[in-house]
Structure formats: C-alpha cells, structure tokens
C-alpha cells in the first residue's frame, strides 16, 4: 500500500490516494486508536471468484426483478438497495425481521448464496481480528437479544452483525452522507463486487480523514459508518459495480440495555434506571472510543 497526494477531487477535500493491497491496513487517529479498516481479502485465489460468482447472482436477481424506478431514488445514492436482518426503528415496541414484501424471495435466495455467505464471514472475521472489543461488544448484544427472541434468526450463521444491504448495480456510487441509525463507535463492513477498474472509479472516501481510497472487487473495508462521512465516485463507462455491506443498529442495543423495554417502557417501568442510564449518555462516547484496539494493544495478544 502507498500514499501519495492526487489533485482532481471534489471541491474543498484535501486528500490523499491510498492504493489498496490485497493485505489488510489499518487507519488509526492521533492516539493511535484504529478507527477503520482496509481490510483487503483473503489470500485464496477462490474468493475473488467467488465474490464475482455473489455479483453475477445479485445481477441476475436485478434483471429479473425489473425493480421500480423510484427505488433509486434515496437519500444514500441512485441505486437499488434491499436491507434484510433484524431492525428495531422507532415505533416498533420490539425487534422484528426486516419486511421486504414482494422482495422477500431474492433476498432469501441470495442469503442462501454460499458465495454471499464466504463475504459475510470474511467481514465479520476481520471485524473480529482488528476491533475485537467491539466485537465482543456486538457478539453480547446480538446473543442476549437472540436468547430473549429465539425467532430472531441471523442473517449468516458465522457473523455477528444483525442486519445487511444489497446494494444492486450496475453502477453503484453513494452522496456524501453518515448512517446515523448505526452505534457511532461500531463498524459496517463494505465489500465491492463487480468488473470495474478500481484505479478509474469506485473510490472511497473518508472526509473528515481526508482520504480517497482504491476500493477493488472483493475488497472490504471497515468504517464507522455513523460518525464517519463517506462516498463513493462513480466506477468509469462500461464497468459495473454493486456491494454488499453489514451493520447492526444502535436502537437495537439500545433495547438491549434497557431491558428489552423502549425507552417510553423504561422509564414508566423503572424510573431509576432510566435516570441511571440517561446520565450514562453524556459519558457514552468515551465508552465508545476505549473500545477501539491500538495496534500494539493487539501485537500483545499475538503470540511470540
């Protein structure tokens, strides 16, 4: 991996290419905190396959779907995007699955996609590997919520992430924008898919690290999607691009916190938790940050 300063970018983002290696990179802040991941792909000459055999799958599924015109139309990009898993939003008393409606059969086909499932599993592993007390923090929720709900089934058996995106193609670039409703200390993993040449198109970009980053196919990377801005550029004439990317929400862990109650529960229920937790929110960003792993931190559990 390289870096090196690029000069044609959108107005006002002073910022620097960083070429993407097939191994995995971290990004850390001041202190040394990772704070997202490149986290390449694994070195198995199989998975780039597979994951071009999980693109052709999702394209097929497009071309049959003949999806309406205004599902393009959104706040993320011009593109079709299907989101499955286990949601919790505002006015739900608990989670629930996701209700795709007519578009229920194509994700349930596509979930069952062993070339989807390799994806999903590599980015969990690697959510695991560089973040792994956020993981853990993920990995607790997720199973005392599931224990609670035993109806709540994951998406992937081997991921620790409570929902996921198909972003369909051909041509898949995102606005400038946060996903807010993600916990702001977490991770999303995004994995490129399609036949585009990653040096023309389809970069990342980080705004607030000032970064633009080479995103190829069957690449993933990490990226606290809730605190971080980020888009895509448009891949170049003639190449497709689509992605696939996993979160879980931050109301989701919120009911977990609360006691399997909504906020509104909590404090009719029990009005001295409530409080209790009510104080907690103004230190909760600094519980956030001391989940982040520092390089050394996790050298120390390697061992020699």
């Known amino acids: 991996m390289y870096v090196h300063f690029i000069p044609p970018l959108p107005p006002g983002l002073y910022s620097f290419l960083i070429a993407f290696s097939s191994n995995a ?22 998975y780039v396959a597979d994951v071009q055999r999980a693109y052709e799958a999702m394209a097929q599924e ?10 393009s139309r959104h706040r993320r990009g011009p593109f079709v995007v299907l989101n499955c898993g286990i949601g919790y939003s505002k006015g739900q008393r608990v989670p629930a699955h996701m209700n795709n409606g007519e578009h229920a059969a194509i994700l349930q086909r596509l979930l069952g996609n062993r070339n989807v499932v ?7 592993a690697a959510f695991n590997l560089w973040a792994p007390k956020v993981y853990r923090y993920y990995r607790d929720h997720d199973e005392r919520l599931r224990a ?19 972003n369909f193609g051909p041509n898949v670039w995102t606005f400038k924008h946060r996903d807010v409703l993600n916990a702001p200390f ?3 993993t995004i994995t490129a898919m399609g036949p585009f040449d990653a040096t023309k ?3 990342i970009i980080l705004w607030e690290l000032k970064l633009v980053i080479e995103f190829p196919a069957a690449s993933t990377i990490l990226i606290p999607s809730a605190t971080i801005t980020h888009s895509n550029l448009p891949v170049q004439d003639g190449d497709e691009r689509a992605s696939f990317t996993q979160y879980t929400g931050g109301g989701l862990m919120r009911f977990v916190d609360n006691g399997f109650r909504t906020e509104a529960e909590l404090a009719a229920q029990d009005p001295a938790e409530y409080e209790r937790l009510a104080q907690l929110k103004e230190s909760r960003w600094k519980t956030g940050i001391d989940l982040l792993s520092t390089v050394e931190e996790l050298l120390e559990d390697v061992e020699p």
């Not at 497009?62 to 599902?71: G, L, S, V």
């Open 25 to 46: 990179r971290p990004i850390v802040d001041a202190h040394g905190r990772i704070i997202a991941i490149l986290a390449g792909r694994p070195n198995d000459p199989s």
């Open 62 to 71: 497009r071309e049959q779907a003949k999806f309406a015109a205004d599902m």
């Open 118 to 124: 390799r994806m999903a599993t590599y980015a969990s």
């Open 148 to 166: 609670r709900f035993s109806d709540l089934e994951p998406n992937f058996p081997k991921s620790v992430f409570s929902a996921a995106a198909f």
């Open 186 to 188: 977490g991770m999303c």
């Open 201 to 203: 198109g389809g970069h």
